[in-house]
């Protein structure tokens, strides 16, 4: 037997030889565990046995070994957040996938969950995330990340809001979700941002009225559009449409008539840029999430 690897051999051994009750301490003493065995293959290596498969074996185990690769969870979890860095999506979504099958009960299990959910985020896949981020939150309640959980739930509504002839579903949604955190949290760092993008989904909802009622108008349903017009003022007073639709909520009713360029108007608005809703509003647009409303690199 090559120089001290019979020291190393005896320490399997005594491992390997632990009753039931010690086996229960060294897993929950994991890394502790990982650290000494990673110790003794440097003292192994120190002995001139670099070559031996004793120690490749060791270091497999803990993760660092040439051929480890993927055969731990942390190993997985660096491999995970190396690639999500870098903007490789779709690759680290792989490693937070395999951790979540593979190794549920591990320490990195939670992580996986949460950057699982937000790979699918940044690939542009929200239904797929919105989902993972509502199973984190169901799963861990109590845990610090729900904020952000929140807050990347309601962004998941706000990234599908279309152009205002659509089902206003989705900005609703994201109306309600927003509303939830801020009155969850009303101290999370994401408070005055969800906010902001909230009043930005009524704005949407409020012109997705006002292409209603010029619908109605065009089909010469008055009374119809009326309704919605005053509806309108009523729910979004502040809304970037309120000027128009008072103007034609004015015509209806002086009994006059709607002018032909109303009735031809079909109106192409749709959810505002971002940066140009904050300035047009005055809102002050704080570095939250700050993923919504612009325009990255091509998502891998």
């Known amino acids: 037997m090559a120089p001290g690897l019979g020291f190393v051999s005896r320490a399997l051994f005594l491992l390997a030889k632990m009753d039931e009750r010690d086996m229960i301490f060294a897993k ?11 110790a003794l293959a440097m003292m192994t290596a120190g002995a001139g046995l670099s070559g031996c498969a004793t120690m490749d074996t060791m270091l497999d185990w803990v993760g660092f070994g040439s051929g480890s690769g993927s055969a731990t969870p ?32 591990s320490e990195v299990a939670l992580l996986a969950e949460l950057k699982a959910a937000d790979a699918n985020y940044h690939l542009d896949k929200f239904s797929e ?19 952000y959980v929140l807050f990347q739930i309601a962004l998941c509504y706000y990234r599908q809001i279309g152009t205002t002839d659509r089902d206003p579903g989705n900005a609703q949604n994201a109306v309600q979700a927003f509303a939830r955190l801020n009155r969850a949290y009303p101290r ?22 006002f292409s209603v009622a010029t619908f109605y108008l065009r089909t010469d349903e008055d009374k119809q559009a009326q309704g919605r017009l005053e509806y309108l ?7 970037s449409v309120r000027l128009q639709a008072a103007e034609l909520l004015a ?24 940066n140009s809703f904050t ?14 409303g612009s325009a990255g690199p091509a998502k891998e």
């Open 28 to 38: 929950q003493s994991c890394r502790l565990l990982r650290a000494c065995v990673l």
């Open 74 to 105: 942390e190993a997985l979890a660096m491999e995970g957040m190396e690639k999500f860095n870098r903007g490789k999506y779709s690759a680290a979504l792989k490693s937070f996938v395999e951790i979540k099958d593979r190794f549920p009960f």
């Open 129 to 147: 995330a919105r989902l993972l981020y509502e199973e984190f939150e169901a799963n861990h309640p109590t845990n610090e990340a729900v904020p």
């Open 188 to 209: 999370s760092p994401y408070f005055i941002e969800a906010s902001s993008r909230s009043l930005a989904a009524l704005d949407f909802l409020a012109q997705h009225e």
């Open 233 to 239: 003022l009523a729910r979004y007073p502040a809304s």
């Open 251 to 274: 015509q209806l009713k002086s009994g006059k008539g709607i002018e032909k360029s109303w009735r031809r108007f079909v109106p192409t608005i749709s959810l505002p840029d971002w």
């Open 279 to 292: 300035s047009a509003f005055g809102i002050l647009q704080d570095g939250g999430g700050g993923s919504a």
